[in-house]
């Protein structure tokens, strides 16, 4: 079965740090990868999404980039933190039509 | 363009109670529309789907139908449990788009 981890699970940082967020997929090949951030605990907005190793669309600009080294690695990076930086950043992955989500890492910029 | 709307929250409910948190959609074709469930603390879990005209999806007892004519996927359960508060949100594909369209989300809280 497949299996999403990302890491860490929490994160605080102070603004103008950089940052580094992993994401993993385990057990299927070649997926689709996504970056979300969710603000104030409701609504999903799509960062970034890869269908393969070195291709990234970007969806909203701002001072997040992504990666994608490995087939089943997604990486969310930044070189300066803002306070707006602040939120719940989850990956997801599909295949077909519905995407799965990991568990999530709560970042917190002071 | 595709859109997904869905009844603003919060909704809160009494244990036992029925719920329906109600899904409207625009899109071109036929999408494939999403229930997800997010608890608290927690990334998205898929809870339902449905693929085409009047498919039912289901799972845990929640249920949705897919319906053409009034463009609608409304989540619906018979019996709400405390274990079921959490933000629930609705999706689309929508042909080769590799993008799922987001609902808001409505926050579901039970109290016993």
């Known amino acids: 079965s497949q299996t999403i981890h990302q890491w860490p699970a929490t994160l605080v940082q102070p603004v103008g740090s950089p940052l580094s967020l992993e994401c993993t997929v385990e057990g299927t090949s070649n997926p689709n990868l996504y970056w979300y951030r969710q603000a104030a605990g409701r609504g999903l907005q799509l960062l970034f999404y890869?269908?393969?190793?070195?291709?990234i669309s970007s969806e909203v600009p701002q001072n997040l980039s992504a990666s994608r080294p490995q087939d089943r690695q997604f990486i969310l990076s930044s070189k300066k933190l803002l306070l707006s930086d602040s939120g719940f950043y989850l990956c997801?992955?599909?295949?077909?039509?519905?995407?799965?989500f990991g568990p999530g890492t709560r970042l917190t910029v002071t | 363009g595709n859109s997904v709307t869905q009844m603003e929250g919060p909704v809160t409910l009494s244990e036992e109670a029925f719920l329906t948190i109600n899904c409207t959609y625009t899109?071109?074709?036929?999408?494939?529309l999403f229930w997800y469930v997010q608890y608290p603390g927690e990334g998205l879990q898929l809870l339902l789907k449905a693929t085409k005209a009047d498919d039912k999806g289901s799972n845990k007892g929640f249920e949705a139908t897919y319906r053409k004519e009034t463009t609608s996927f409304h989540l619906e359960k018979g019996s709400v449990q405390v274990s079921d508060s959490a933000v629930y949100f609705c999706?689309?594909?929508?042909?080769?788009?590799?993008?799922?369209?987001w609902g808001l989300g409505t926050s579901l809280a039970v109290n016993p």
């Open positions: 890869s269908v393969g190793i070195g291709q």
């Open positions: 899109a071109t074709g036929y999408p494939s």
């Open positions: 997801a992955w599909s295949r077909q039509a519905e995407q799965y």
């Open positions: 999706a689309l594909k929508s042909g080769n788009n590799r993008k799922l369209i």
